[in-house]
Every structure is written in structure tokens, then in C-alpha cells.
């Protein structure tokens, strides 16, 4: 099969041809038709390390038809399409084939292109357990104040539209003309500007007492300081970005308040035993997305799936400036 590879003999991405691989168990084969680049891919080539012929087959955001099963599986057929962000452990979707466990797979949502499904599956994973997993809100938050730092990326642009969804008051930052129209057009309530002091904006929105809910989506360490005042007394604060140097947490302490982290590939690389939370995830989001309560985050295309497209979907991302989803359409 044709696959996007990582060498040692390489710094950039090489066109290649490997075995196919044999589903077991629960893994399925799916026959890739489209991607999504991440900035979790541009972290984890950053990372790679190869020794020998090793080969090194990134991307997990992906949709494409099962083509074969393992004998352990019992949610899905073949010929079935299906969307997953899949196991960061395992080989990825720059592939024409790729093995996914069933448990970390969801439909594809029907009303939805092959591109505008490619576009969903990570952040909209990531979105729901920040939500519910690590700021555990529920119901009766509804009405409540979140502050979402980055509003117009990949991940802030399902984050706004399932904030808003559940009724909560969403506070989103943008500090551009065309992120601040992508930003409230996707569920911000208000819109403040992250290059300048979280808190005096609130302030000035009239939270005088900060938000009860922040989900930094963007450089955990220049937002701390300002994420620590704006925060109120026993609220929540969840991240998606590793802290790059130490913190002091003395206010967040004063304040009783919670800071937790998010990493969508917790639980297919630990192997929890609530993985199969992530199948149904994505089968409530297509449910959500077929009936429009929920809309794809795709901004740009990109075709064939090649390294020269992979390449440049890289640097794009690496860009910074990539507003909502940027998916590559598959092998020709």
C-alpha cells in the first residue's frame, strides 16, 4: 500500500509502498479517503526518532470505509464508513489503509462530505472530554461563563459552537478581523482580544467576578498569570497545552480552584477501560452534526495525499494562522 513516511534518511516526507496490514481482534482495516492535519502532527514529527529502516506513518484524524474486520469485533462491517482521531501508539492515516480499534471509532456523520467529516473527529474528542471529563460540567451549569482562549482554532471553533450548544455564556478570544467574524459565527457570545489583558476585558464585558469555566487552547505558560486572576473562586481550568517551564499556583490555591489537562490520546495509549467512550463520542457529535446542532470546522483543502501536500499541510499549521480545519484529500 501507498503511505506518507518519516526516515532516518529523511528530514522531510517521503512517497512510499509498505505491507498492508491484518486487522485482529478489534482493529479494523479502513481504506483511507481523506485527513486532517493537527498540530499534533507537526509535535509528534518534531519528536520522532528513527533508527534503521524503521518508518514512521503519522496522522490520526482521519474517515475512510471498513474494509475488514478483526474477530473480536462487533460494532462494525464492512463497507461502513467511519471517522476516528485514533491512537497516537499506532501507525496513522497518511496511508492508504490504516488499523483502528473499533472502540475508537464512530460512523460517519450522513449528511456530511468525506472532507467535512475528515475535519471532526480530534477536536470534537478533545472538546467533549475537556468539557465534561476534566471541567465536568453538567446541566445545571447552564447560564454559567466560560472563557475559551483561541476561539478560531481547530479546536476553539467546536469548542465555541459545543459551549454554546449546552448554554453556557462563551467568552472567546481572536484578535484578528477575519478570526474575530470566524469566532461569532461559530457561538461567541463576546469576543476579547488574547495579545492584551484577559482580566481588564472581562471586566470591562462585566464579569466583574471572572468566569467559571477556562479551556486554554494556546501557550499555557503566556496565558498563566492572567488565566489565574480571571478565574473565579473554586472554578475550573482545563488545558490542552503542556506548561514549558514551571508555574507558581499560590492564586489558584487561594482561590480553591481545579486546573486539569487534556489529551485526547489518554485513553486509547493507556488502554483505559473506558476507552469505547470515545466510539460513543463521536456517535452522539455525528448525531449532533447530521442534525445541524453541530457544524464541520473545515476552512481549506488540499489534494493528493502525497508527501508534497503533506509538506505543505505542515507548514500551514505550523503557521500558526490556520483558522478551523485543514484536511488533504486521499491517494489518487
Not at 46 to 63: N, P, S
Not at 91 to 100: C, N, R
Not at 186 to 197: F, K, S, V
Not at 198 to 220: A, R
Request: hydrophobic share 40%; proline share 3%; charged share 25%.
Amino acid at each position: 500500500m501507498k503511505v506518507v513516511g518519516l526516515t532516518k534518511a529523511s528530514t522531510d516526507f517521503v512517497d512510499m509502498e509498505i505491507k498492508q496490514p491484518v486487522p485482529e481482534n478489534h482493529d479494523l482495516l479502513v481504506k483511507i479517503k481523506a485527513i486532517s492535519i493537527n498540530p499534533v502532527d507537526t509535535k509528534q514529527r518534531e519528536a520522532t526518532k528513527l533508527t534503521g529502516d524503521e518508518v514512521r506513518i503519522l496522522g490520526w484524524d482521519a474517515v475512510g470505509e471498513v474494509v475488514e474486520i478483526g474477530s473480536e469485533v462487533t460494532l462494525f462491517k464492512t463497507g461502513q464508513e467511519v471517522y476516528f482521531a485514533g491512537d497516537v501508539t499506532r501507525p496513522g492515516a497518511y496511508a492508504e489503509f490504516t488499523l483502528i480499534d473499533e472502540r475508537l471509532v464512530g460512523l460517519k456523520p450522513k449528511h456530511l462530505s468525506l472532507e467535512e467529516a475528515a475535519a471532526m473527529p480530534l477536536t470534537t474528542i478533545t472538546v467533549w472530554e475537556a468539557l465534561f471529563d476534566r471541567l465536568g460540567i453538567v446541566e445545571a451549569d447552564k447560564g454559567k461563563s466560560i472563557l475559551i482562549i483561541n476561539g478560531a482554532g481547530g479546536v476553539g471553533s467546536i469548542a465555541t459552537q459545543l459551549a454554546a450548544n449546552i448554554g453556557l455564556n462563551v467568552i472567546a478570544t481572536a484578535s484578528r478581523e477575519e478570526t474575530i467574524e470566524w469566532t461569532k459565527k461559530h457561538g461567541a457570545n463576546h469576543i476579547i482580544n488574547h495579545r492584551e489583558n484577559l482580566t481588564k476585558q472581562l471586566k470591562e464585558l462585566g464579569f466583574e467576578q471572572g468566569v467559571d469555566f477556562i479551556l486554554c487552547l494556546h501557550n499555557t505558560n503566556a496565558h498563566w498569570d492572567d488565566m489565574q486572576e480571571a478565574i473565579r473562586p473554586q472554578g475550573k481550568i482545563c488545558s490542552i497545552v503542556e506548561l514549558a517551564k514551571p508555574v507558581k499556583m499560590s492564586l489558584l490555591k487561594d482561590k480553591s480552584a481545579t486546573f486539569s489537562y487534556e489529551f485526547m490520546f489518554t485513553r486509547s495509549k493507556y488502554n483505559t477501560e473506558d476507552k469505547i467512550k470515545q466510539h460513543e463520542i463521536l456517535t452522539e457529535a455525528a448525531n449532533m452534526l447530521d442534525k445541524g446542532d453541530l457544524t464541520s470546522t473545515l476552512n481549506k483543502v488540499l489534494s493528493p495525499l502525497n508527501a508534497k501536500t503533506v509538506e505543505e499541510a505542515h507548514k500551514i499549521i505550523s503557521s500558526g494562522k490556520m483558522i478551523g480545519k485543514l484536511v488533504v484529500k486521499g491517494f489518487e
